[in-house]
DNA sequence: CTGAAAGCGCTTACAG
DNA sequence: CTGAAAGCGCTTACAG
């Protein structure tokens, strides 16, 4: 093991120089591509680090640079394995540009924000929705640190950059599609937060559009509220024959109570989910949704941060994708069509 | 803004002591609690501590006391949502020690043990079947970090501890399930690596056991896959009338084609799959299933991590959790029976 | 082109 | 109980 010194500690500059027989400044300009530096000695140097196995301190030449190459990742519920395909693009993009990113959980971990602040993180994105104290903590860095906000549409603050997909045109795709399938019952399972907001008047606005009343039920991001608020829904007299979750996870809920109450899918029933998760597309599932390209999202996300990083100075923006209808076969022609 | 001094960067100890009229060192103790400081200097300083916003800089503080307080997390492929559920309990395992993991994802960033072994790292954890680099990697630091692998069987390192569930146990009581349900044609679908291995033996012991013979197909841990080698399976004259896949997401692969051939489950086909995924869990998947407890795989992981870096010089040893069968409505008995 | 010095913000012995 | 000094491993002006 060339790597090790007698005392037991990795190489460090010093030992490098020591080696080479030239300074310890020296060194350091090596390291750093400096051009003024004679060739015969860069030679030197880099034989004598390659004979160490001399790997630079990245801590040593954080608390002299003031940046750690790091960004903080909040993602707002490490258990929704919605985050998966945005985390999946985001980390190439700051790898490319020597970043890592620091995982926190921002359901379980309210003070996140601040802990990787206090960490001294180069930038923070947030993934998925906000919790309230986390937008409240951004607040308060006030800009002094980059903040990308990735796949939600809050907080709007002046010191944040937003990436996310087109919520409205999504939902009123969705809808329409729902429409000319000649459905006139269509129920809406509302999300939370203000994603869960913006779908909603996307689907408002289309129904009214198209003369139809509109129908909501509210519900959150998850299977089992996707559940309970379906087998209200269509247990009534005047059950609606299709019904638009706000998201996937809900949707495949939705598709549980139909199964449970002998509903067809979607002979009796046209289900519509929102993300296009991976699961809604195993043939079993099948689900209509909306494809809000979440990998770009994750990967605009990175980009927008390393631009913010690298001392892009203009106004913060939102960037909204546009989103993809993805007809499965979970939506079809309504009853009598 | 009380948290900026004139100069525009954050209060240090030196500003603190200088507010509190006391030295660094002081300030210093404090930090650390240590009970060799008088009441009332501790007031002092805790007071200028309050008013400036100090927070100490953990960059500074793991130069001098060489640990970052942060674990690298390497995770096999981070667009299979497998290793979601064990990262919701490993993070809140280094959480409370003040540890946050620093991800990486062993299939696109080869080097990555390298990288975080760079980086500082205080230790790793390798989430998943490690790349054979990463096996590489983590025998040439022989020793000089710890390393747990959480839910995977390989490397077995002298130096590495590992904690999975008992993949033979498992394999062998979802054949042995099968075997009950009066099924004497058992496919199985074989997955990569040292778990693909033994979930294979298993099922073959106890194939043997029954006095029946073992059919297999290689596959890998993708639903595609599993697709494509249960159509082969399933096209033959005399096919199987159940097939163990060897993880879920195959499994699912294996009810798709089930689907497409019109074969109902589990009337004509029994299906079965290993690792309890969340999706296994849909009423539309309810696929019958291995539930390999990799919450309490990624709890241990972390524990174990956390003693090693508190001292623990116990010989590393390998933790088998014992996996639960999960009887869903993907099998029942075979046909005739 | 090269070296000696100062300093990043802490902690850790070491004296008093 | 408290302070002055040295040092962690680098980078960054600053002289030559």
Chains 1, 2 share one sequence.
């Not at 060739?39 to 990245?58: I, K, S, W």
């Not at 599609?177 to 907001?197: D, F, K, Q, S, W």
């Not at 003369?211 to 559940?227: H, K, S, V």
């Amino acid at each position: 093991m060339p790597s090790e010194s007698r005392s037991g500690r990795p190489p460090t500059i010093h030992t490098v120089a020591a080696r080479a027989g030239v300074s310890k400044s020296l060194v350091s300009l090596v390291l750093q591509n400096s051009p003024n530096v004679s060739a015969q000695r860069r030679e030197a140097v880099l034989a004598a680090m390659a004979e160490l196995g001399y790997r630079p301190d990245p801590v040593a030449r954080s608390l002299v640079q003031r940046r750690t190459r790091t960004i903080g990742v909040v993602i707002d519920d490490l258990s929704n394995p919605w985050y998966v395909d945005l985390l999946h693009e985001l980390r190439p993009v700051l790898h490319e540009h020597g970043l890592r990113p620091l995982l926190a959980d921002g359901r379980t971990e309210p003070d996140a924000v601040n802990a990787l602040s206090d960490l001294r993180v180069d930038g923070i994105a947030l993934v998925g929705t906000p919790s309230p104290s986390a937008v409240a903590q951004v607040n308060e860095l006030a800009g002094r640190l980059p903040v990308v906000v990735a796949g939600s549409r809050e907080p709007r603050l002046a010191t944040v950059d937003l990436v996310a997909n087109d919520d409205d045109a999504g939902a009123r795709a969705v809808t329409a599609h729902l429409v000319e399938l000649g459905h006139r019952r269509i129920a809406h399972i509302v999300g939370e937060g203000e994603v869960g907001l913006i779908r909603r008047a996307g689907y408002e606005a289309t129904m009214h559009g198209a003369g139809l009343a509109p129908e909501t039920a509210q519900g959150d991001w998850t299977e089992n509220t996707g559940i309970r608020v379906a087998m209200d829904l269509l247990r009534a007299d005047d059950r609606p024959t299709a019904i638009f979750a706000a998201n996937d996870l809900a949707a495949v809920g939705v598709l549980t109570a139909a199964d449970e109450l002998g509903l067809r899918v979607p002979e009796d029933l046209s289900v519509a989910g929102y993300d296009d998760d991976f699961f809604s597309r195993m043939r079993r599932i099948a689900l209509t949704t909306v494809d809000p390209h979440i990998t770009d999202v994750g990967r605009e996300a990175g980009e927008v941060l390393v631009a913010r990083l690298s001392g892009d100075t203009r106004s913060t923006a939102t960037r909204l994708l546009r989103p993809t209808l993805v007809v499965r076969s979970s939506t079809g022609p309504a009853p009598g069509h």
